[in-house]
């Protein structure tokens, strides 16, 4: 089966793995790291993509550089997955301390920090791979639909650090993205569903555009954070916002109430 990465000289533009390594023995794991690969590309890019990478030119710039993105992601979580099997694989014996001449297995500890080092990589380049899609929308047609026309308000951790001055990783972004649909269901309960659709389009209007930037996005970038960390007080200030996002919309309305009916912030 192909891969993003066909050599180990390709891995070593991510990991510092020796010369020893050997690439029949991570195949496995880069065909493994796809899952993570479609998490942001569409089928019909991640093909493409695939063909690109084993093609004998690659000269096409937005390509080789989406490429590069991916092979990152791939890289990294291949050795993420494999690490046991592979002992986290720098060369034959696997990771190593070298200490004068001779060279060490690494301790159970070392291994789990290199995993972690891997992951946290790996997520990372989840992320950078989405900005750059975001920031060409042109030249990632498909993927760019896929990621953003059924996405969120906000799509990555990123986003929510410029927003609350916070340091949330990709990681904890990713575990927590499917209960963020369940926010911005309520907030089309509470705008309409036609406002909710103009939303999320790039002709939304002036008044749209006010009710985003005022009050929506602020209030999911605090649901986000609150519900990864549990901090009531950043959870607190999403609910503020939707009231005032209510308010604005119906002043002589009740205040919106959130309710454990509703199953709004009540999880378990």
Not at 109 to 124: D, L, T
């Amino acid at each position: 089966m192909r891969t993003f990465i066909t050599d180990t000289a390709q891995i070593q533009q991510y990991i510092t793995v020796d010369i020893s390594s050997k690439y029949d023995i991570l195949k496995p794991y880069l065909v493994e790291s796809h899952k993570q690969v479609k998490k942001v590309l569409d089928n019909a890019t991640f093909q493409a993509l695939l063909d690109y990478a084993n093609s004998e030119t690659q000269t096409e710039e937005a390509l080789t550089t989406l490429l590069d993105h991916v092979r990152a992601i791939s890289a990294n979580f291949a050795y993420l997955i494999g690490a046991e099997k592979l002992m986290i694989s720098v060369g034959q014996i696997g990771i190593s301390r070298m200490e004068n001449t001779n060279a060490q297995p690494a301790t159970l500890e070392e291994i789990e920090a290199f995993k972690k080092s891997c992951g946290s990589s790996g997520y990372n380049a989840i992320e950078e791979t989405i900005l750059l899609i975001k920031s060409q929308p042109t030249e990632y047609t498909d993927a760019y639909a896929y990621l953003f026309d059924n996405g969120l308000f906000i799509n990555s951790s990123e986003e929510v650090n410029q927003i609350i001055k916070s340091d949330m990783a990709y990681r904890d972004f990713l575990a927590v993205r499917p209960k963020a649909f369940l926010f911005e269901q309520k907030v089309s309960e509470i705008v309409g569903t036609d406002r909710f659709a103009n939303m999320k389009t790039e002709t939304l209007t002036a008044e749209n555009q006010a009710l985003l930037d005022t009050y929506i996005l602020p209030a999911e970038a605090c649901y986000i954070y609150g519900i990864k960390y549990n901090d009531t007080d950043i959870l607190a200030q999403a609910e503020a916002l939707l009231q005032k996002l209510n308010t604005s919309l119906t002043p002589t309305s009740e205040p919106y109430q959130n309710t454990a009916d509703s199953g709004f912030f009540i999880f378990s």
